[in-house]
């Protein structure tokens, strides 16, 4: 009996779900007909592609993330690297047409017959061979393939070549080198090369190989490494090697290393899959529950191809890019942006993805004479701090955001309260957060209340600039908190330590309330009720940050919800995501999908506008801003996990914001603080189980709405619960333990 129970209790813990998940996909009956709006992204976290799924021509636009003009000294701004083009002349009449993205496997697919012939393409890119796989084909027959392939450069700095069957082109920006490489491998049929293509006759199969990267280096003085020939040398052997191995064998080793990260959480809101194209599904986006589950999925899938491999964060598109002038120079933004595209990271159980971000944040952090540290001198200051624009050259300008390296270092302690893992504390997250508090230590001056105040700061993007704005306060509150207890954690340097404590009892926490009942923004200019302007600045306490809650104070989170409902149900993409979590921790869920919905609203416009009535997603579900923005992308993953979990405040509260949308689902591998792995089952708004899984044998706190009837081991054993106050319930836990929790319906 007891054998059997444990046999459940494992098998509900790694399998939840035989549901509706293996079917996350976006599809579309032609292919795509404008970049921004409808071609399909793939990438592996530094290489990407977007296809557009063209048949008598196929464009593969590609970048790399480190791709930049630009130098320490001038700005610059990310690039396009190129296009692969595949003509196919004789396919001009087609049918049975059909372009799919799974995000269950990572394989873009291109399917359609051409007088009753049927072809099939693939596409992914894989992170263990480092390129863009490309697969034609026509099952079950022979010797019908027959294209040409062309690569073209977006800059044409160097001397591009065709030599037998592989592509090169070269060159270099203002400071770094460039180099892609393409291996066209034909499975019978014949191969023929001219100056500028390759030519492929009836084939019956065909591998395409993409390669492409730069000497770009984080870790140097220079930010350059290789030489041009070192970095010709090094991609001509990793395509090499990658076309030693067969189609087949790329593929599987493309699925083992994708699926073991995207499995990890499953999202299942008894959705039955929809038999409309993704566009027409989001055309109806207020109907669909499917959609809800895959764009959160879709989040989780983008963070995979985008921030995995090389120590850099992705941009503000990610790292999708066809335009050598784009939007802000498609760079790392630190007001809102860059760490929106890292909220879901730790929740949805991509923690590694989160660790480009923070390797590069402390790179520049403790960089000697780096611009980071320039800035902080400049004023007289220790440590280091930022301003609103950064590119992968440490060069940062346009308008001061000092307190950004406060919201940085939250991102460097939120891995730390995910993971447990103490020695990333000491050696990495800590120097960073200690170099952050000194630049505070310096700058912060008393009011005439004898409280500590940031001088002259910025609400972004709005206002005068003043003492003590909310934004700077209640950032530097998290970080003087989150070092503190750092600080405990590691024993650190007791000097540090007092000073730290004096400091942050007297800091302004930047939460105060105004005269309408909001939460205000700043200290001597006006809050304006009505003010929809899309920066959420002064509710950084209550997302991102942890100082409101209804846990905590009634009053403040009142007033956040007032702040909260004068700014709207409207916004830039971002803004909308940003809502919804926000509304989540107000534990408002009908409140938060309505925020969700908003962001599923179907956007056209592909150019700059402020406007709060243009945000939403393009038929591809990349977030419009607009135009495409990957942060809202990701702000709306991280919203809809915010939904269902919460774990900031020490405890874990179980379906905090449950919409009324989704009465029956179930979640599964949900991370929370502490180093949880947490599960739930829910029916009729409730949860029927919920199933933890101890990483670090941290004790469990819990709050749920409902009573906790039980909670077993793994064995079946009844584990003594403690009852802390209304709701909250703990137990001690083992490192590397599952338990179930069952609950009953009365309180
Ligand atoms: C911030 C925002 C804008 C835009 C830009 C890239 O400046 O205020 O809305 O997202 O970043």
Not at 52 to 55: C, M, R, S, Y
Not at 568 to 571: A, N, R, S, Y
């Given at each position: 009996m007891i054998k059997k129970l444990k046999a459940f209790i494992l098998f509900s813990f790694l399998s939840i779900t035989v549901f509706g998940q293996k079917d996350l996909k976006l599809w579309y009956d032609k292919p795509a007909v404008e970049w921004m709006t409808s071609a399909l992204p793939i990438g592996n976290g530094e290489l990407g592609g977007m296809f557009?799924?063209?048949?008598e021509t196929e464009h593969l636009q590609f970048n790399e993330k480190s791709l930049w003009q630009g130098s320490p000294k001038v700005r610059g701004a990310y690039q396009n690297f190129g296009d692969l083009y595949l003509d196919f002349?004789?396919?001009r009449n087609y049918t049975d047409y059909k372009r799919i993205l799974s995000l269950n496997d990572a394989i873009g697919t291109v399917t359609y017959k051409v007088n009753g012939v049927s072809y099939l393409r693939e596409y992914f890119v894989s992170n263990p061979d480092s390129a863009i796989v490309m697969r034609i084909s026509s099952p079950g027959n022979k010797g019908k393939i027959s294209f040409s392939v062309n690569l073209k450069d977006a800059h044409h700095t160097g001397e591009n070549q065709v030599k037998e069957n592989i592509f090169t082109i070269k060159g270099k920006l203002n400071l770094i080198s460039y180099n892609a490489q393409v291996k066209v491998i034909n499975e019978s049929g014949q191969l023929t090369s001219t100056q500028d293509e390759i030519l492929v006759e009836n084939a019956d199969a065909v591998t395409i190989l993409l390669t492409a990267d730069t000497n770009y280096d984080l870790y140097s003085s220079n930010y350059i490494g290789e030489t041009e020939n070192q970095l010709q040398k090094r991609l001509f052997d990793r395509i090499s090697s990658a076309s030693s191995k067969t189609y087949a064998l790329l593929k599987e080793r493309h699925l083992k290393d994708y699926q073991l990260l995207f499995d990890r959480v499953q999202l299942d809101l008894g959705a039955t899959t929809p038999d409309i194209p993704t566009d027409e599904l989001i055309r109806k986006h207020k109907e669909s529950i499917y959609l809800d589950a895959l764009y959160f999925q879709y989040g989780r899938y983008l963070m995979l191809s985008s921030s995995r491999g090389m120590d850099l964060p992705n941009n503000l598109q990610g790292i999708w890019?066809?335009?050598?002038?784009p939007p802000w120079e498609c760079d790392i933004h630190t007001n809102i942006n860059i760490q929106m595209n890292y909220w879901p990271a730790e929740s949805t159980n991509l923690s590694e993805c989160h660790l480009p971000f923070i390797n590069y944040i402390k790179t520049e952090a403790l960089r000697e004479g780096g611009s980071w540290r320039q800035l902080a001198e400049n004023i007289g200051a220790r440590g280091w701090t930022l301003n609103t624009q950064s590119t992968i050259f440490g060069h940062t300008d346009w308008n001061?955001?000092?307190p950004a390296n406060a919201w940085y270092c939250m991102h460097l302690w939120q891995h730390y309260a995910y993971s447990n893992d103490v020695e990333y504390l000491e050696k990495t997250a800590f120097p960073v957060m200690k170099s952050a508090c000194e630049f505070w230590f310096d700058r912060l001056k008393e009011d005439t209340n004898g409280k500590l105040v940031a001088p002259d700061e910025w609400s972004p993007e709005q206002g005068d600039w003043e003492d003590g704005v909310a934004y700077a306060q209640q950032l530097i509150w998290e970080l003087f908190n989150q070092t503190l207890k750092a600080s405990q954690i590691i024993n650190a340097d007791p000097e540090f330590v007092n000073t730290l404590k004096i400091k942050f009892a007297k800091l302004d926490n930047g939460i105060e309330i105004g005269d309408w009942g909001q939460i205000r923004e700043w200290k001597i200019q006006p809050d304006i009720k009505g003010n929809d302007h899309r920066h959420l600045s002064h509710l950084m306490a209550l997302y991102p940050g942890n100082q409101i809650s209804y846990h905590l104070n009634k009053t403040y989170a009142d007033a956040a919800k007032i702040s909260l409902e004068s700014r709207?149900?409207?916004?830039t993409g971002w803004s909308r995501a940003w809502k919804i979590a926000c509304w989540a921790r107000l534990f408002d869920g009908d409140h938060a999908y309505k925020l969700l919905k908003a962001a599923l609203h179907r956007s056209t416009l592909t150019v700059i506008s402020m406007d709060n009535d243009k945000g939403g997603v393009y038929d591809n579900l990349f977030d419009s801003h607009p135009p495409f923005q990957i942060d809202g992308n990701f702000g709306a993953t991280a919203g809809i996990a915010e939904m269902l979990l919460q774990s900031n405040l020490g405890f874990i509260h179980i379906l905090p914001a449950l919409p009324s949308a989704w009465t029956k689902g179930s979640i599964k591998g949900l991370k929370a603080e502490g180093n949880f792995t947490v599960n739930i089952n829910w029916e009729d708004s409730k949860p029927i189980v919920c199933t933890i899984y101890s990483g670090s044998g941290n004790k469990c706190s819990l709050y749920s709405d409902l009573k906790i009837n039980k909670v077993v081991d793994q064995k079946g054993r009844s584990i003594k619960i403690k009852k802390d106050k209304a709701g909250f319930f703990s137990f001690e836990t083992k490192e590397r333990e599952i338990y179930s929790i069952s609950f009953s319906d009365n309180k």
């Open positions: 557009f799924g063209g048949v002349p004789s396919h890019n066809n335009d050598n002038m001061a955001n000092r709207g149900d409207e916004g």
